[in-house]
């Protein structure tokens, strides 16, 4: 399985979007400072995430998700009220 993620920082509540082929470590990388990218962010919140057989239909589904376009706003909208909780 390949997995599609939304992280949450609880240092900054932005989100950071990815992909992986194992989520728990991956989630675990992130938290620990050896995702380069987002060490200085950490700590994280697992907030969403997709499943997929095909490791190209995750990678579609993320680069979606990253464009900003109407997949982004849909899965925000179906956020709406984690991303609110976050915000408070």
């Given at each position: 399985?390949?997995?599609?993620?939304?992280?949450?920082?609880?240092?900054?509540?932005?989100?950071y979007?990815?992909?992986?082929?194992?989520?728990?470590?991956?989630?675990?990388?992130?938290?620990?400072?050896?995702?380069?990218a987002?060490?200085?962010?950490?700590p994280?919140?697992l907030?969403?995430?997709?499943a997929?057989?095909a490791?190209?239909?995750?990678?579609?589904?993320?680069?979606?998700?990253?464009?900003?376009?109407q997949?982004?706003?849909?899965?925000?909208?179906?956020?709406k009220?984690s991303?609110?909780?976050?915000?408070?």
């Amino acid at each position: 399985m390949y997995y599609v993620y939304v992280l949450r920082s609880l240092h900054d509540d932005d989100l950071y979007i990815g992909s992986t082929p194992n989520l728990r470590r991956r989630l675990s990388e992130h938290n620990s400072g050896k995702a380069a990218a987002t060490a200085p962010r950490r700590p994280f919140a697992l907030l969403y995430y997709e499943a997929y057989s095909a490791k190209e239909d995750a990678l579609h589904r993320e680069h979606a998700l990253k464009r900003r376009g109407q997949a982004r706003v849909h899965l925000m909208t179906r956020l709406k009220e984690s991303l609110r909780q976050a915000q408070n």
